[in-house]
């Protein structure tokens, strides 16, 4: 068991920057996910701590030891791929057997190992068999199997439920929380389904365009954004983002102005953008908006969503951006191509520079 | 492994930078003394990258050196063939044991037989193929199965098998010594039927019955969309026809008969063995004529190549 | 019912077209395959005199018999059989060597691949003569080096066969190389990783992980080319020939087809040695089938 450290680690392929100075720590025993559209260089990260990729600069340390230089197969850590990648011709003992056999454990002993490891995973039964006789869910466990059956320093993990049914990911993924937590092994978790992300990991790094944009604890990551980006990327469907301008008015109080009508500010929030015809970007979740006749925003409805539970409300502004209100279900539906009025939660308001870094409230000191 | 329980989110992240993106891991860099020298590292990387090449290199020498020094001969003049130790280089070459053999060993005739005859092949193949490929991909009739199974059974049957009997059969047309004679026999092929009738298959039907909808026979879904589609097969069974053709040697040297009317290149640079025209080095310049042109079809029709000769090879 | 009766002739105007469109081919199948195919058995039971002009007769299965138990034949067997081993193991092992140090993407990469599949466009003809001046003792390279065995190489009745092999090889490479490279291009590239990371050498993976997935190719490989190497014939005729004293060494089964048929003007004998040239290639191809299929098929 290890920490792992990536130090303004770059992978270029030609003129991609694949991963881009990308420095981050992820601690003993910890799941950490690795979180971001797909392309954005999460698969080529995860591979650099294998030593599938080398690392073109900066260094990636497991342990102690930096391993720039280390082959795979002395860095003790397993992965599971997003296609299991199990050997087709050896059955699901000899699966499980195989990384044990390279380390030169005894046969007995490999075959208690792997007995052991098939009962955890409920693979008993087909131990025997080969993975072209197993179902998509078997095929996923076998590869867990194996990356467990011989107890490494870390677990890599590349979007290892992408090719199960929904119901079969939601129990999956409970399944690798609890065994994560009860071996204690580091590991990091990639995906591109931010669900998965939110349930599973202990930190979530987002990553863009070969970028970390932000780590922290996914409660954290919702509430506040660092910046537009992973605001956009995280929630379904993500933040609402509108351009606008601050205005300080003359009564002292301070707003933004948008095309589709003024936003007034409060607290802290004021306080972050003293700057009179700022550029800025307002932001603002699905959740708290609400259709209201006194509401700041002005807009016409496009289209009503019914999810059951709640309801989604797509209206267009003036400018013809769109925003998405959620409401319960039992709420009054707008009809389509009706002009309706939207109100902003002042207290849940989130802004950004025109760049999307986060403009932080200064705390009341 | 001891299932030690270990801090959760929050103890985790206690050791570590938790607030926003990380800036730098802190104590960065860490574990100084166990970091081998990166230099080290790279450079066994680079050591096993020149030992790769070196190999490669090798391979490539002991293919291209029969080839090299053939070309080395075709261009020495006669007595420094035998010359000990024999020349790596031509030093003085002779180019006109090119025109020797091109002019004395008649190559110009047996080149243009070679192509017509090769030219009647692919296209005849081609056609054959196509049709019947069509035929068994596209079309339900009775016995179509058997019928297939039968197609592919001629690849079991070696042709040297059925050498002597069509030798009579020509001989009883009348097509001895003829283009006919030469190319006939090999206007079908089992091969190119089965490697068509798969792309074929990788057609959808929904395609088919568009077309159907849209008023296309079968004639014209065939000519219009089918075969277009299936390009990449199609060309692929060109270029495999094109050097079975070139390079076929029995056949032409049992049928052709004492004059050069239709004998082809293969021939052709057995008989410049031991006549009057022939010394080494113009038998060898002769070689490198005839190899020439597959040569160049090789570098540009690599792809093609590679998928007709693999067709198969791969599950 | 007039519907049942159009459909019914639209079935039958489908069939018509179907047989229309496999008869060229079928035509050319019947009188150049499959009918010579079928007479080798009936001209298998006439034996030819030993004077030309007179007609040859009926003998049953008795020059089937003479045939087979002849010292020719098993001789010629012997050599075919020796012929393959020198041929099919190093000409696919040498394509595989080839192809995995091809298998990388380096600079330059392409240059060696063109290289390395050349050998392909040699004809019999090409590759005959290339050699033959290789091996020729007075032009050649082999007496530089101090190799020169008398009789000459080509005439040497232990080292013509063995010389034939290594042209065999040397023609033979380039499809191997283009076979093994494919068969490795299309290996799962996440399967060999997860071995690496396992913890497992290359040498490893390649013995436990290669080639256990590759098997399927080297199937392919070896039936493909234990028929290249029944087939080699132009090489002997070119370089060899009937009246070399190394010829009875060379003898392979189809260049006994030849000599037979057209030196001895045998029809009846040669339709033996064909029908056993058939059955062996067929024997061995099923053979090979059922003895790697167990290998080869991991997925079930
Ligand atoms: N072997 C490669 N060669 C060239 N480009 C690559 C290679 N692998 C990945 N890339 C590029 O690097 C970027 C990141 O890829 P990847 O790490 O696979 O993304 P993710 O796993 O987040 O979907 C992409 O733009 C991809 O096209
Ligand atoms: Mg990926």
Redesign the interface.
């Known amino acids: 068991m290890a920490q792992i450290v990536f130090d303004q680690v770059t992978k270029r392929y030609g003129d991609v920057r694949a991963v881009d100075d990308l420095s981050l720590a992820v601690g003993d025993g910890e799941l950490l996910v690795l979180l971001g559209p797909s392309g954005c260089g999460k698969t080529t990260a995860l591979r650099m701590v294998a030593g599938l990729e080398v690392v073109d600069e900066g260094t990636v340390a497991i342990g102690d030891r930096v391993v720039n230089d280390v082959e795979p197969r002395d860095r003790d850590v397993a992965m599971v791929f997003q296609s299991y990648a199990l050997y087709p011709h050896l059955t699901v003992a000899k699966n499980l057997e195989f990384p044990l056999r390279q380390r030169g454990v005894p046969k007995e002993e490999r075959e208690r190992r792997a007995v052991d490891v098939a009962r955890t995973l409920g693979l008993e039964p087909f131990l025997g068999r080969k993975p072209g006789q197993l179902s998509g869910g078997q095929r996923q466990r076998v590869a867990l199997g194996r990356a467990i059956v011989r107890s490494p320093k870390a677990f890599l993990m590349d979007e290892p439920l992408s090719n199960l049914d929904a119901a079969l990911r939601v129990q999956t993924r409970a399944d690798i929380v609890a065994l994560q937590q009860r071996l204690g092994t580091t590991t990091i978790y990639v995906t591109h389904d931010q669900v998965e992300a939110m349930t599973m990991g202990h930190r979530i790094a987002v990553m863009d365009h070969g970028r970390l944009q932000q780590v922290a604890a996914p409660q954290e990551l919702y509430d506040r954004p660092g910046n537009s980006f992973v605001a956009a990327f995280l929630g379904s469907p993500g933040m609402n983002l509108i351009g606008g301008r601050v205005a300080v008015e003359a009564e002292g109080g301070t707003a933004i102005r948008t095309a589709a009508g003024d936003v007034l500010l409060q607290g802290a929030q004021a306080s972050v953008a003293s700057h009179h015809e700022q550029p800025v970007v307002l932001g603002v979740r699905p959740e708290h908006l609400r259709i209201s006749p006194g509401g700041a925003l002005e807009g016409t409805v496009l289209l009503v969503e019914l999810l059951g539970a709640e309801t989604q409300v797509i209206c267009e502004l003036a400018d013809h951006s769109r925003v998405v209100v959620r409401q319960q279900a039992d709420q009054a539906r707008p009809r389509l191509g009706e002009p309706v009025r939207i109100a902003v939660e002042p207290a849940a308001v989130h802004l950004f520079t025109e760049d999307g870094s986060r403009l932080e409230e200064k705390t009341a000191a | 492994?001891p299932?030690?329980?270990?801090?959760?989110?929050?103890g985790?992240?206690a050791?570590?930078?938790?607030?926003?993106?990380?800036?730098?891991?802190?104590g960065?860099?860490?574990?100084e003394a166990?970091?081998?020298t990166?230099r080290?590292?790279?450079s066994?990387?680079r050591l096993r990258?020149v030992a790769?090449?070196l190999?490669?290199t090798l391979?490539?020498l002991v293919?291209?050196l029969?080839?090299y020094?053939?070309v080395v001969?075709s261009l020495l003049p006669e007595p420094a063939?035998?010359h000990?130790?024999?020349y790596l280089y031509p030093s003085h070459a002779q180019w006109q044991n090119y025109s020797t053999a091109w002019v004395g060993g008649h190559l110009s005739i047996y080149l243009r037989n070679s192509v017509i005859q090769t030219a009647i092949i692919v296209v005849g193949q081609l056609?054959?193929?196509i049709?019947?490929a069509?035929?068994?991909a596209f079309?339900?009739?009775?016995f179509?199965r058997t019928?297939f199974l039968?197609?592919l059974s001629?690849l079991?049957?070696?042709f040297?098998?059925?050498?002597?009997?069509?030798?009579d059969?020509i001989t009883s047309l009348g097509w001895y010594n003829t283009f006919a004679g030469l190319t006939?026999?090999f206007?079908?092929?089992?091969f190119g039927?089965f490697l068509l009738r798969q792309a074929f298959l990788q057609i959808p039907r929904d395609l088919q019955e568009a077309a159907a909808l849209d008023g296309y026979g079968?004639w014209r879904f065939m000519t219009r969309v089918a075969v277009p589609l299936a390009r990449p097969s199609v060309a692929a069974l060109a270029v495999f026809s094109f050097?079975g053709a070139?390079?076929q040697?029995?056949w032409p040297?049992?049928v052709t008969g004492n004059n050069n009317a239709v004998r082809t290149v293969?021939?052709g640079?057995?008989l410049?063995?031991g006549t009057n025209v022939s010394s080494?080095n113009v038998?060898?310049a002769?070689?490198v004529i005839?190899?020439t042109p597959?040569?160049i079809?090789?570098?540009v029709f690599?792809k093609q190549?590679?998928r007709s000769?693999?067709a198969?090879?791969?599950? | 019912m007039a519907s049942v009766v159009s459909r019914r002739s639209q079935r039958l105007r489908e069939a018509v077209l179907g047989y229309l469109l496999i008869l060229p081919a079928l035509a050319v199948f019947g009188v150049f395959v499959f009918y010579p195919f079928a007479r080798n058995f009936k001209l298998a039971l006439y034996q030819t005199p030993p004077f030309p002009g007179l007609p040859s007769h009926y003998v049953g299965l008795h020059q089937v018999g003479q045939v087979l138990t002849s010292s020719n034949f098993l001789q010629s067997l012997l050599t075919t059989i020796f012929f393959v081993v020198l041929v099919v193991p190093a000409g696919l092992l040498l394509g595989l060597f080839l192809a995995v140090a091809a298998h990388r993407h380096l600079r330059g990469i392409a240059v060696y691949r063109i290289i390395f599949s050349s050998t392909v466009v040699s004809s019999v003809a090409v590759a005959a003569l290339v050699f033959g001046t290789l091996m020729n003792p007075v032009v050649g390279f082999l007496p530089w080096l101090g190799i020169n065995p008398h009789p000459p190489i080509l005439e040497n009745t232990t080292w013509a066969l063995p010389a034939i092999a290594v042209m065999a090889v040397w023609q033979f490479l380039g499809l191997s190389f283009i076979i093994m490279s494919a068969g490795l291009s299309s290996l799962p590239e996440e399967v060999l990783e997860a071995a690496r990371v396992d913890g497992a050498s290359s040498w490893t993976t390649f013995w436990r992980v290669t080639v256990p997935l590759l098997s399927p190719t080297l199937f392919f490989g070896v039936v493909v080319a234990t028929i290249y190497a029944f087939q080699t014939f132009g090489q002997i005729d070119i370089l060899i020939g009937s009246q070399n004293a190394a010829y009875e060494h060379v003898n392979v089964l189809i260049y006994n087809v030849y000599t037979t048929l057209q030196i001895n003007g045998d029809p009846g004998r040669a339709a033996v040695l064909s029908i056993a040239l058939f059955l062996l290639t067929l024997t061995l191809t099923l053979v090979q089938m059922r003895f790697l299929e167990r290998r080869v098929s991991y997925a079930s």
């Open positions: 492994m299932a030690e329980p270990v801090s959760d989110a929050p985790a992240a050791v570590l930078p938790a607030e926003g993106a990380v800036p730098r891991p802190q960065a860099a860490p574990g166990h970091r081998p990166p080290a590292g790279r066994r990387r990258l790769r090449y190999l490669l391979g490539a293919v291209l029969p080839v020094l053939t001969n063939l035998a000990q130790p024999p056609v054959t193929s049709l019947a069509y035929a068994f079309l339900r009739f009775p179509r019928l039968l197609f001629t079991m049957i070696p040297e098998v059925t050498l002597i009997t069509n030798l059969t006939v026999p206007l079908a092929t089992g039927t079968h050097l070139w390079n040697y029995l040297l049992v293969q021939i640079l057995k410049l063995v080494v038998t060898l002769g070689t005839a190899v597959l040569l079809l090789l570098i690599q190549l590679v000769l693999t198969g090879a791969v599950k």
